[in-house]
């Protein structure tokens, strides 16, 4: 009985009035996440009325700068490079900070690139800001970002000094573990094309009250965006490109964070990314309806109803990993990350023929350590075995057609340690590149100890030894 009406409350949770007079954050056990450490400063925060004076402080700008050529990036519309930006400041910085200063300071547009989503799914559109835009805009990070970042919820991992996409991870897997078997994945259509500038804005108010500051953000917010030499006027969205961008996403789903810990529930956001869990459909679906309009009435913000489900965590994916179905789920790698890494290494393969084996894996190199990196917290070696097996026959297919000719496989299988009679018969089989290579007589010429020798990560051993050293 104790149980069922445990369920039911959380069924309940979700509706605006459940908890009235229940403002405040919730109390946290220390379970519920990992602490956040604290911001690091090298001084006292600033007077939410002189911010500006904090943000143009030389010390402050000089750790800018540092970020901003080390980030390297694109030049912008006026085509300066970040090499060319303390050259270009020393005669022009004190006017941009006497503009910065008086509040009169006006932003460059930002340079309009799309690039593919991740599957192919469509266009992201990246603003790409001016070099000096950049430097001011880091510059405004730097200083608003301990100013917002100890009120933001322990439940956001994105973005923030001391937190990672690894830690939510971890926590996801843990309230699966503790009953919550099933998830309500948002996805927020559009998100930083679609953000209101004024909700935003009133956000951001709450805590800078200069004017200034204020003035200089929401410009960067409208600046135009230059598409094929055209500038066209933005009323809404905060381009993704610029250091302010993260940031200003935070503070805006932060009311988001507050709201779904007013109600009790355990979520986990990255971002736009937010998994909310819960112990039934039921419960799922009246959340997902209730948030839907939660984010739509006080944030302005769609819900993608076709990305977004309530389903089983096994079936689907938070931050490239999955989970399994067991009592003690285990992480594992989603199907869709490991199809964009094939994706990338596919294209490296593509510029390597004609080209040697230490090249191709030259390439692919730095691509399979980050990828394992990233991915160390899985913990079903299967894909990592998988992705090897599928690795070498890559390698071997790419040998196979740069041997070309029947002549030349025979030649090659027989110097390779392959009898005469079979070398000659591998050789005009009249098979393809893929069926070769993944033959015994390519096994044995080309084993995989000469992929070893010549440099090519093993993902299985690289994910050990990832794991023996945390």
């Keep these: 009985m104790n149980f069922a009406r445990r369920q039911d409350a959380e069924e309940r949770d979700e509706k605006p009035d459940a908890a009235k007079g229940s403002r405040g954050r919730n109390p946290r056990r220390p379970e519920d996440g990992a602490p956040t450490p604290p911001v690091e400063r090298d001084r006292p925060l600033p007077q939410t009325t002189e911010v500006m004076e904090a943000v143009v402080e030389r010390e402050n700008m000089v ?75 880091q510059a405004i990070h730097q200083v608003l970002q301990p100013i917002f970042d100890g009120g933001f919820s322990e439940s956001s991992y994105g973005f923030r000094p001391g937190r990672s996409a690894h830690q939510a991870v971890v926590k996801a897997r843990e309230y699966v573990a503790s009953g919550r078997r099933w998830v309500v994945d948002i996805d927020l259509e559009k998100f930083f094309d679609r953000v209101n500038h004024d909700v935003l804005m009133a956000r951001v108010a709450r805590k800078v009250k200069d004017k200034r500051v204020l003035r200089v953000i929401r410009r960067y917010l409208q600046a135009g965006i230059m598409r094929e030499g055209v500038v066209s006027v933005r009323t809404e969205g905060t381009p993704q490109g610029g250091p302010l961008s993260p940031l200003l996403s935070n503070i805006l789903l932060d009311d988001l964070d507050k709201e779904l810990e007013r109600r009790g529930h355990a979520f986990c956001r990255y971002a736009d990314d937010c998994n909310i869990y819960v112990r039934s459909r039921r419960a799922g679906e009246r959340v997902k309806a209730s948030v839907t309009r939660y984010l739509s009435g006080r944030l302005r913000l769609t819900v993608n109803q076709e990305k977004s489900a309530v389903e089983r965590p096994w079936k689907r994916t938070f931050l490239g990993y999955s989970m399994t179905s067991h009592r003690e789920p285990r992480l594992t790698i989603a199907a869709a990350s490991v199809a964009r890494l094939k994706a990338k290494v596919r294209e490296h393969f593509r510029e390597g023929r004609g080209r040697s084996l230490t090249w191709v894996i030259g390439q692919i190199g730095p691509v399979l350590r980050g990828w394992v990196s990233y991915f160390r917290l899985a913990e079903v070696k299967g894909v990592f075995e998988d992705l090897d097996k599928w690795l070498r026959h890559k390698m071997r297919a790419l040998v196979w057609r740069q041997w070309k000719r029947p002549y030349t496989r025979a030649r090659n299988l027989m110097k390779r340690g392959v009898e005469k009679v079979r070398a000659w018969r591998s050789a005009i089989n009249g098979r393809g590149p893929w069926w070769n290579s993944g033959a015994a007589h390519t096994h044995q010429a080309l084993p995989t100890r000469l992929f070893t020798q010549l440099g090519l990560v093993s993902l299985l051993a690289q994910h050990r030894r990832l794991q023996l050293t945390a």
Excluded: F, S
Excluded at 107 to 126: A, C, D, N, S, T
């Design 63 to 137: 750790t800018a700068m540092r970020r901003v050529v080390a980030n390297k990036g694109a030049a912008g519309v006026d085509e300066m490079t970040v090499q060319a930006l303390k050259g270009y400041l020393k005669e022009q910085w004190p006017g941009i900070k006497e503009q910065l200063l008086a509040g009169t300071y006006q932003p460059q547009p930002v340079r309009g690139v799309e690039i593919p989503k991740p599957g192919g799914k469509g266009m992201r559109q990246l603003g790409i800001p001016t070099a000096v835009d950049r430097l001011i805009q």
